[in-house]
């Protein structure tokens, strides 16, 4: 079935450094990815949705120039997340949908990231 | 807007015991509802889906019906196996959510032998 490989599993950086988190669709094109965050004992929410070749959407509150979606390849989408700060720190989980019909998604299995 | 509410856990269960894990939604329109499942160090699972009013999703065991006179997505399963532990999310995709999906929580299942 259709896999998304996210890198890396997990991260530790310093306060104000970059960190670059990349999911790569293994066996299919992914023109749509999603990108979620996860803190402890919450729901994922939705950071942003990007499609391939064009600017991502981000959802209210989330910082655009903070968290740099790029998609330029149906198999490869990045998140850097810019001049990074401990609040920073959570799960960070990538999806990919896999029908045209809406209903098949596959999910990265996910990026912990730290920031000290 | 769209939001999806499912019992806390942790869970824990001793093996062949029955398993209900409640979930509630909020939508406007008709949202297609899913349950996916994520086990220790891996990616989320789709593990079932309903797309309308009255579908019964089912897979490996477990069932979830589509409630839309009260607004819910209770997955079960009848005979629960210690390989069943792992964290469950309850999710809807909404009319207008632009194919993203809108999960909730999830629920820490623990099986014990």
């Known amino acids: 079935g259709a896999v998304v490989s996210q890198h890396p599993s997990w991260v530790i950086c310093k306060s104000g450094t970059s960190v670059k988190i990349e999911c790569r669709s293994l066996?299919?094109?992914?023109?749509?990815m999603f990108w979620y965050r996860q803190f402890p004992k919450q729901s994922l929410m939705l950071m942003a949705t990007s499609n391939e070749g064009s600017k991502a959407t981000y959802e209210q509150g989330v910082e655009k120039d903070k968290f740099l979606i790029n998609h330029a390849s149906l198999t490869l989408s990045t998140l850097t997340v810019t001049s990074a700060h401990p609040e920073d720190s959570s799960f960070y989980i990538c999806?990919?949908?896999?029908?045209?019909?809406?209903?098949?998604?596959?999910f990265g299995s996910g990026t912990r990231l730290t920031v000290v | 807007g769209d939001s999806v509410t499912q019992m806390e856990g942790p869970v824990t269960l001793s093996e062949e015991a029955f398993l209900t894990i409640n979930c509630t939604y909020t939508?406007?329109?008709?949202?297609?509802l899913f349950w996916y499942v994520q086990y220790p160090g891996e990616g989320l699972q789709l593990l079932l889906k309903?797309?309308?009013?009255?579908d019964k999703g089912s897979n490996k065991g477990f069932e979830a019906t589509y409630r839309k006179e009260t607004t819910s997505f209770h997955l079960e399963k009848g005979s629960v196996q210690v390989s069943d532990s792992a964290v469950y999310f309850c999710a809807l995709r909404g009319s207008n959510s632009g194919y993203a999906l809108n999960f909730g929580k999830g629920t820490s299942l623990l099986v014990t032998p």
């Open positions: 939508a406007t329109g008709y949202p297609s």
């Open positions: 309903a797309t309308k009013a009255d």
């Open positions: 066996d299919f094109q992914a023109t749509t």
């Open positions: 999806s990919a949908r896999t029908q045209p019909d809406g209903y098949g998604y596959t």
